[in-house]
């Protein structure tokens, strides 16, 4: 019946064959009809974070919260700016070489070669910050990791989060009331001397908040001492009599990040304040994973949770695209009878023909003849049998027991601290075990 539905282009069939899946029919004349479906909902909670992100998957029964899965998500947001400051500074190392083979060749050749170029890669209109745009990423990208856990049909399933606000003000200048709230609290710059001895020589600025705890250059985190003072404070001689204050970088990104949450439709918010209160009527702890429950039994106004079949997990954010490994991408094609009708889901910065969000929806004769070819990456050449990438799943063959692999030692061995409990060691030879999971973003870590 397959072959001959497939043959009247009335079904399409995806997976099988050499790709390993399981193979799925798609009816293209056919509709689902939801009112032949059990009756259920399934509530899926995100408690937002910075560096970690609770989230919670339950589903109401009879007034309690039936749990089936609670954890926590360690995220890559902290670690974007540092690698753009990297990708920053090779960028002008980059421009700085070509300037002056430029120069030199211009003297070469007596004439004027250091004209403009367009760049490469072509900026898009959305100018947003990187760590704001892989901020909201994660938090959607973790929404979709969790429904293909539990995988609903998409009117059965609620997307809900904690709505939190955070006064940054408050927190780094102390709570004020009323007008004293519209005036400013910096101080004025004072006269530059030495704030120990009054020396006007010599003066080095000091952090009283070192930049690596978190402090900043602002004018209230600096004074000025001269060089002997400076080197008393930090040889721990002396100490300061004034404290200096930690700007919360964390704290206004992931208000940046909340106010882009919040336009997205599909997802339902609980005030902070009803969650505490629920997380105080049900006894829970303060925790990342806990104030998703809590999160959940306010939205679903349940006075109770069972917790007899919930899984506890642990995941861990990789990075999947590495640019040092990849030479080229080809693009992901959409064809209709043969012929190219759109690039890519969405466009890149420098792409010019459609992409399939452009030309989506797609008519039923359309849908029938569409045919996908997937993108590719061209590795490079020296780094294309590297053994493993971090992130990648693997089974110790010896014990059964999977692990992470997180790296590669000397490019012999792979390094996962997750195989001191299975072999005593961090690092194994790819020989003793079986990678079976690709780096896939979000990973299971326990």
């Known amino acids: 019946m397959i072959?001959?539905?497939k043959k009247r282009k009335r079904v399409r069939i995806i997976g099988g064959g050499k790709s390993g899946k399981p193979p799925v029919v798609i009816f293209?004349?056919?509709?689902?009809?939801?009112?032949?479906?059990?009756?259920?909902?399934?509530?899926?909670?995100?408690?937002?974070?910075y560096r970690y992100i609770g989230f919670a998957v339950c589903e109401p029964r009879g007034g309690k919260l039936v749990v089936y899965c609670r954890g926590v998500l360690r995220t890559r947001i902290p670690e974007i700016k540092g690698l753009m400051s990297?990708?920053?500074?090779?960028?002008?190392?980059?421009?700085?070489?070509?300037?002056?083979?430029?120069?030199?060749?211009?003297?070469?050749?007596c004439r004027v070669l250091t004209k403009f170029k367009v760049p490469r890669n072509v900026r898009s209109k959305d100018r947003s910050n990187a760590t704001l745009r892989h901020g909201v990423e994660t938090h959607l990208n973790l929404y979709r990791k969790l429904l293909r856990f539990f995988p609903f049909p998409a009117h059965q399933v609620e997307f809900v989060m904690e709505d939190n606000v955070f006064d940054v003000r408050a927190m780094t200048w102390g709570k004020v009331y009323g007008a004293d709230y519209q005036r400013s609290p910096r101080a004025p710059e004072g006269e530059r001397k030495c704030i120990l001895c009054g020396s006007q020589e010599d003066l080095h600025r000091h952090h009283l908040v070192p930049r690596k705890s978190g402090g900043t250059e602002v004018r209230e985190n600096?004074?000025?001492?001269?060089?002997?003072?400076?080197?008393?404070?930090?040889?721990?001689?002396?100490?300061?009599?004034v404290r200096g204050i930690k700007q919360w970088r964390e704290l206004g990104t992931m208000n940046a990040v909340m106010g882009v949450l919040r336009e997205v439709p599909s997802i339902s918010f609980v005030p902070a304040p009803e969650v505490v209160l629920k997380r105080r009527e049900l006894g829970l702890e303060k925790d990342h994973a806990d104030d998703g429950?809590?999160?959940a039994a306010a939205f679903c106004g349940c006075t109770g949770f069972d917790a007899s079949v919930e899984r506890r997990l642990m995941l861990v954010k990789f990075r999947r695209h590495a640019r040092a490994r990849v030479h080229a991408q080809r693009d992901r094609l959409y064809k209709v009878d043969g012929v190219i009708?759109?690039?890519?889901?969405r466009k890149r910065g420098d792409q010019?023909?459609?992409s399939f969000a452009d030309v989506f929806p797609l008519s039923p004769e359309q849908q029938r003849g569409l045919k996908v070819y997937p993108g590719t990456k061209i590795l490079n050449p020296f780094r294309n049998d590297v053994l493993t990438i971090g992130g990648d799943v693997w089974v110790h063959i010896p014990t059964g027991r999977r692990f992470v692999a997180t790296g590669v030692i000397s490019e012999k061995y792979l390094y996962s601290p997750m195989l001191e409990e299975i072999t005593g060691k961090s690092y194994i030879h790819p020989d003793q075990c079986r990678r079976v999971i690709r780096n896939e973003g979000i990973v299971v870590w326990s």
Request: proline share 4%.
């Open 86 to 109: 990297d990708r920053r500074s090779f960028r002008r190392f980059r421009r700085y070489l070509s300037r002056y083979k430029k120069k030199r060749l211009s003297a070469r050749q």
């Open 3 to 5: 072959r001959k539905l």
């Open 28 to 49: 293209l004349d056919r509709e689902f009809d939801y009112s032949r479906t059990v009756g259920r909902k399934l509530v899926i909670v995100l408690d937002p974070g």
């Open 293 to 295: 429950l809590a999160a």
């Open 352 to 354: 010019k023909d459609p």
């Open 341 to 345: 009708i759109a690039r890519n889901r």
């Open 222 to 241: 600096k004074v000025y001492l001269c060089v002997g003072c400076h080197e008393e404070v930090h040889a721990g001689r002396v100490f300061l009599p």
